[in-house]
Nanobody, 120 residues
Framework: VQLQASGGGLVQAGGSLRLSCTVS????????MGWFRQAPGKEREFVAG???????KYADSVKGRFTVSRDNAKNTIYLQMNSLRPEDTAVYYC???????????????WGQGTLVTVSS
């Protein structure tokens, strides 16, 4: 399984971005997908995830602002990020695994990361 994340960039506080993660080597609808982020000097943390049955889970810090979704026809997962805050600044990673979890080690495959910078 290979994952390719894209869509990061520089945005002002209050703005929006949509991240994409294209899956190859396996049908995205058959696996659990997660979004994580890592800010400078901090540990990688769970942001959002979607199960193969489309159950969704979010970190408390992004609930109501971020939405995870999938397009099975494009084998792609999305993270729509609205009302962005400076504290959302991080490298965002998509990951794939067999179980929906907030824990990093649960995920077997990782994309290369895309940088999101939110200016105040």
């Amino acid at each position: 399984v290979q994952l390719q994340a894209s869509g990061g960039g520089l945005v002002q506080a209050g703005g929006s971005l949509r991240l994409s993660c294209t899956v190859s080597g396996r049908t995205s609808s058959s696996i659990v997908m997660g979004w994580f982020r890592q800010a400078p000097g901090k540990e990688r943390e769970f942001v959002a995830g979607i199960s193969s049955g489309d159950y969704k889970k979010y970190a408390d810090s992004v609930k109501g602002r971020f939405t995870v979704s999938r397009d099975n026809a494009k084998n792609t997962i999305y993270l729509q990020m609205n009302s962005l805050r400076p504290e959302d600044t991080a490298v965002y990673y998509c990951a794939a695994g067999n179980f929906l979890s907030i824990r990093v080690p649960v995920y077997d495959f990782w994309g290369q990361g895309t940088l999101v910078t939110v200016s105040s």
